[in-house]
């Protein structure tokens, strides 16, 4: 069965204060690594998507890396409106069209 | 504005009622995703529909069922409601139907169970 892991559960920054979050899974033949971020009550919010290894994608202050075992998002420094639930998720042979998501990092930039 | 939208935004109902959760996917796409989140729980994948028909499921209890209409809406019918089934409900679509499609998420039916 496919699993994610994230890490940490909690963040909590200055404004300028860059840091990376840590996204680690188990999957039977990867499809693809997707991050979302969510705003407290809102549907998710698309962010990137990876498919291999030594993959990287950048989206403002925003950058996420792939290896074989894990994601990372990191956020360059960040301002308060960075502050979200991250989450992340992945889809794999095995588990047929069902995307498995972590338990998500709350991401707190203070000013 | 991710270009799904969901009906109705929150909905409180008894105990061992019935509901209906309405989801339009973007334009375009034929892939249509159930997700329910809870506290406890985080994000868990109930259902998809690919072109009406159904595609893969997850996590989805016995009292609730969905369906994918000609012009492509979803509607996700909870049945025999419990006090456990309060949740954010989301819709979200994509334009194929494989595991690698990004998927856009609609903004939440919010079900509260009295």
């Known amino acids: 069965e496919d699993q994610v892991t994230q890490s940490p559960e909690a963040l909590r920054l200055q404004e300028g204060e860059s840091s990376s979050l840590n996204c680690s899974y188990t999957v039977s033949g990867l499809r693809g690594l997707f991050w979302y971020r969510q705003d407290p009550g809102k549907g998710p919010e698309f962010l990137f998507t990876l498919y291999s290894a030594g993959e990287e994608k950048e989206k403002e202050r925003l950058k996420a890396t792939l290896t074989k075992k894990e994601s990372f998002l990191h956020i360059t420094a960040p301002k308060p409106e960075d502050s979200a639930t991250y989450l992340c998720?992945?889809?794999?042979?095995?588990?047929?069209?069902?995307?498995?998501f972590g338990g998500g990092t709350r991401v707190l930039v203070k000013p | 504005d991710s270009g799904v939208t969901q009906t109705p935004k929150h909905l409180i109902t008894a105990t061992g009622q019935r509901v209906t959760l309405r989801c339009s996917p973007r334009?375009?796409?034929?892939?249509v995703y159930w997700y329910q989140q809870s506290l406890d729980q985080g994000l868990q994948f109930l259902i998809q529909y690919y072109n009406g028909e159904e595609r893969a499921k997850g996590n989805i209890l016995e009292r609730f069922s969905a369906q994918q209409f000609p012009d492509l809406h979803s509607e996700l019918n909870l049945s025999s409601l419990e006090l456990g089934d309060s949740a954010l409900y989301f819709c979200a679509s994509s334009q194929g139907q494989g595991i690698s499609e990004t998927q856009y998420f609609g903004p939440g039916t919010r079900l509260l169970v009295l």
């Open positions: 334009s375009g796409d034929l892939s």
């Open positions: 998720a992945v889809g794999g042979v095995a588990a047929g069209n069902k995307l498995t």
